[in-house]
């Protein structure tokens, strides 16, 4: 199974990321849907099973994060897009590497973001860029993360809570 950790966003903010997808030329673009708007915190890959990493996660403590969902950007760069993204900003990094730490995995450099679409072919989007530049999209505080089973299909991924690790106190 393909696993991945990641942080849910309140519906009311899904809704204005998600918002941005009708301002994306159709042609060469996957947006991503809207119930699967998530912030990434870690790629895992593929597993045989979970017992072994839910048993690492499950020792994790963290304080709930406050986060600022704003700005847009791209990855690798706003001249070669592959993905175009939303901002996540607030504590992030430490969970990042106390995930890391406990599953053995190498620290990799971390942006916060929430993936709003796949580029298939080179587009313009400099105004996009530029429009949504510093716009904000609401706040919220996390209480929990998640990992998420990722199950890969013709018409776009489907993503299944597997389990979801709540913070200290929640």
Sequence with gaps: MRLFIGIDLPDEIKEKVFALEKE?????IKPVAKENLHITIKFIGEKEDAK???????????EPI??????????????????????????????????EKALGMKNER?????????????????KFFEKHANEEFGSFVAKSFILYKSTLTPQGPIYEKFKEFKFAGE
């Design 24 to 28: 994306l030329p159709a042609d060469g």
């Design 52 to 62: 072994g990493i839910i048993s690492a996660l499950e020792r994790i403590e963290n």
């Design 66 to 99: 406050e986060i600022d969902v704003k700005g847009v950007g791209a990855f690798p760069s706003k001249e070669y897009i592959n993905v175009i993204w939303v901002g996540a900003e607030g504590k992030l990094e430490p969970l990042v590497r106390k995930i």
């Design 110 to 126: 971390f942006e916060g973001h929430i993936t709003v679409a796949r580029v298939k072919k080179r587009i313009e989007a400099k």
